[in-house]
């Protein structure tokens, strides 16, 4: 017997309320002449020849007059319903292990105590193909046929419930699995769409970071249009300046060459008789004039035009000072005017519109860099003498030949 026998058991009718000092262990329900009982105390342990001893000690302690089940507790047994199917429950089956085997099924499984007798009897209308040579009764099989048809029952409700989880957990993966992908793909689009605006965002500060530089300067594109023309013209006078000064060197380089082949003839006839001029010497001599000449002329022109080409290279560079001036003066207007702007802001006085006017007016200055009567008192011409002393002009060629 198991170890918690009748003593631990307890069975009343289901409607009657329960007993003020708890049983511990599970309740099953069980039909007994149509009259549902809970059997309390039901452990692990518990089998189902012991809820039949508990159920019929029950039924004996009813009046003489109820009592309608006579015999001992082998002679019943548990049949186990379940929509429309039944069978008859092994005594030696844990029947707290069979009930949690069901599962979400539970509601629909039906415990009924009946004599075996009857059992047999409606084993035998039914017609049976083949004939065992152990009757239907579950009392007449031995020990070791019961044990292997109690775990063949239990493995195949295990089954049963394995196979309802698998199928709801499986359905409530593939929904999660679903869901991950499509949050997956609205994450990308949205991060997609972040960095779209961000490359937005960086062009706009751009563009608006290089308009503050230019009212800063005070210049438009008109002005800069103008420079970007005189810098291009500057670069291209460099250039001709490069080719005129290889042009002169390399006059230079003939000239002293042609004047050491006329030293080496001199040198000889003075050595030798006194020389004699024939017509081919003559007419040698004068077209070594006729080079000369055409050599003066051509250091003179590049001497003319490396002239103007430092007056030009003076010029820019009194243009680049200027220019330079001018930025300086620009941002540190620019300067002063914020500083003015945030002192104005923490100032709360009636008169402050006039006071800004003022303050604008005195911080204008003319873009004119030969005009010395400005409202800022700051002469342009000053700041262009002040820069002259720094310019390093190259004194001119020594034009004699």
């Known amino acids: 017997m198991a170890p918690f026998g009748k003593n631990f058991l307890k069975a009343r009718l289901k409607n009657r309320t329960k007993d003020s000092e708890p049983i511990a262990g599970k309740e099953i329900q069980v039909t007994v002449c149509n009259e549902e009982k809970v059997v309390c105390g039901v452990t692990k342990h518990t089998t189902c020849a ?103 029952a239990f493995r195949k409700l295990e089954k049963l419930h394995k196979e309802s989880k698998s199928s709801a957990g499986t359905e409530e993966i593939d929904r999660m699995v679903q869901l991950i992908l499509n949050q997956d793909q609205t994450i990308r689009e949205q991060i997609q769409r972040m960095e779209d605006l961000e490359v937005e965002i960086q062009q706009l500060q751009g563009q608006e970071d290089q308009h503050d530089k230019l009212e800063a300067c005070g210049l438009n594109s008109e002005e800069l249009d103008t420079l970007l023309q005189v810098s291009e013209n500057v670069q291209q006078l460099e250039l001709q300046i490069h080719k005129q000064q290889a042009l002169i060197t390399q006059l230079c380089r003939d000239i002293d060459a042609e004047q050491r082949m006329a030293a080496i003839p001199e040198q000889e006839g003075a050595s030798a008789t006194p020389w004699t001029p024939s017509e081919a010497d003559e007419s040698l001599l004068a077209e070594l004039e006729r080079i000369q000449a055409e050599v003066r002329r051509s250091y003179l022109a590049g001497v003319s035009l490396h002239s103007q080409a430092a007056e030009v290279d003076k010029k820019i560079r009194f243009s680049e000072a200027a220019w330079l001036s001018r930025d300086q003066e620009c941002w540190q207007l620019a300067t002063e005017l914020r500083s003015l702007q945030m002192s104005d802001d923490a100032l709360e006085i009636c008169g402050g519109n006039a006071t800004e006017a003022a303050v604008v007016k005195h911080v204008s200055f003319p873009m004119d860099m030969t005009d010395t009567d400005s409202d800022t008192g700051i002469s342009s011409t000053h700041s262009q003498d002040s820069l002259s002393p720094g310019l390093d002009f190259p004194p001119p060629l020594d034009t004699d030949v």
């Open 50 to 152: 012991d809820m039949i001893e508990a159920l019929l000690e029950d039924h004996r302690s009813a009046p003489q007059s109820k009592q309608l089940l006579r015999g001992e507790p082998k002679d019943f047994s548990l049949v186990e319903r379940y929509k429309g199917f039944e069978r008859v429950l092994p005594p030696l089956s844990r029947i707290l292990r069979l009930w949690y085997a069901w599962g979400d099924q539970r509601p629909f499984i039906q415990f009924v105590l009946v004599q075996s007798s009857e059992v047999v009897s409606q084993r035998a209308m039914k017609p049976t193909k083949n004939r065992s040579r152990y009757t239907r009764n579950p009392q007449a099989l031995p020990v070791e046929k019961q044990k292997r048809v109690v775990r063949k």
